[in-house]
């Protein structure tokens, strides 16, 4: 169903995972998707175009607030609107603790964290009411790991973000919400379970249907979130993680 017909998406981290799963529902939801990456998403784009889709690729360092603010204004003066953003451009970064580094801590925070306020502003000043932002957090920002203190702090930051943002931008008529996966099937955890055979079972017994999410799936939820059918949901922060974060010891020894 062309939910997003008509519609102007940036999608930042476009090029591959699950920026490319979100990019590629929306357009074939039937919006013009601006692929926007630190890497090259012409192939993308190009099989897109060949499926009937319409799409385009955006060179784009979201750590770059000057580029952040040219990428935006190129958008708008090109198409003279801009319906939604999903910021979904981030690394993940873990490492000790007590040794963890400045450089990696000041890395996540402007990937992960600044890059979502600085595209949301930029991009709300342009929006017309009906427009709608989905921010990619994580399951990490309600429940992490060791070593993974700095990036689940920029994922719970993108929730506790978004919240604020609903309220700021509610009067002008544009919704925020996040969407926070958890293990997805991206290509990076396809090459890591392909050469260890036995993990992807063991990721498979975390979840409670005994499977993790493809990137499909989180597509489908963003463009539901961009779309006029989520027209009650500002604020709101869905979980996408199979059940993972519903158990407190989520492992099959327990089912």
Not at 91 to 99: A, C, H, N, Y
Request: charged share 15%; net charge negative.
């Amino acid at each position: 169903m062309r939910i997003l017909a008509g519609k102007v998406v940036i999608v930042t981290g476009a090029a591959a995972g699950i920026g490319w799963g979100i990019a590629k529902t929306c357009a074939h939801a039937g919006a013009h998707v601006v692929l926007a990456d630190i890497n090259d998403a012409g192939t993308r784009v190009s099989e897109l175009v060949e499926k009937g889709c319409s799409a385009e690729a955006l060179r784009l360092d979201v750590s770059d607030p000057s580029a952040i603010s040219a990428a935006v204004d190129s958008v708008f003066r090109k198409h003279g609107r801009i319906d939604g953003l999903v910021n979904n451009a981030g690394v993940t970064l873990e490492g000790d603790f007590l040794s963890f580094s400045l450089e990696k801590l000041n890395c996540l925070f402007e990937v992960n964290q600044r890059s979502v306020f600085l595209l949301s502003q930029a991009v709300a000043r342009v929006m017309q009411p009906g427009s709608a932002i989905v921010n990619i957090a994580s399951n990490h920002a309600g429940a992490s790991v060791a070593g993974y203190e700095m990036y689940a702090g920029t994922k719970a930051a993108i929730v506790a973000m978004s919240r604020a943002m609903a309220w700021s931008l509610g009067s002008k008529g544009i919704r925020v919400n996040s969407l926070s996966p958890g293990l997805t099937h991206t290509e990076a955890v396809a090459r890591v379970a392909a050469d260890n055979p036995g993990l992807a079972a063991s990721f498979n017994k975390m979840h409670a249907d005994n499977r993790y999410a493809s990137v499909e799936e989180i597509g489908n939820l963003a463009a539901f979130l961009l779309s006029e059918n989520a027209a009650a949901l500002t604020g709101a922060d869905l979980v996408a993680d199979h059940g993972l974060s519903a158990s407190l010891c989520p492992t099959d020894d327990l089912k």
